[in-house]
């Protein structure tokens, strides 16, 4: 190789080293020096998002329990969503589906329908 050639190629690398150097230096800093860089990236995201104009519905979850069936009732907004009845000596369990409030206030109508799960499939 001619010393032009060699002084050319080394010329040509340092150039390179020193753009690659300097684009470094460019970029941001990594996720993990960031304060919050423990957090898992959905939380980060989460972060990120406008915050909702409404709030989150209020949600509870009771158990009501004595000593032959266990009762679980979930309500939304104080309306109840879902009742499951337990039996805690034999038989099977077995879910209430409450009424639509909203489509009637006729206390006639305003009764449950009781679900069986016969099988799952998996």
Known sequence: MKPTQIAARS???LWL???CASARA????PASSSPRSGLPPAA?????????????????NRVIQD?????REQQ??????????????GGPSYSI????VSSSTDPAHMQGRMQWTLGTFR
Do not use: S, W, Y
């Not at 939304?76 to 000596?89: C, D, E, N, S, Y």
């Open 11 to 13: 010329a040509l690398v």
């Open 17 to 19: 080293g020193l753009a």
């Open 26 to 29: 460019q970029l941001p800093a």
């Open 44 to 60: 980060r995201l989460a972060d990120t998002q406008p915050k909702p104009t409404f709030p989150e519905p209020v949600v509870r």
């Open 67 to 71: 000593r032959a069936v266990r009762i």
């Open 76 to 89: 939304v907004r104080g309306a109840t969503t879902a009742i499951h009845v337990q039996p805690l000596h």
């Open 97 to 100: 589906v409450p009424p639509d």
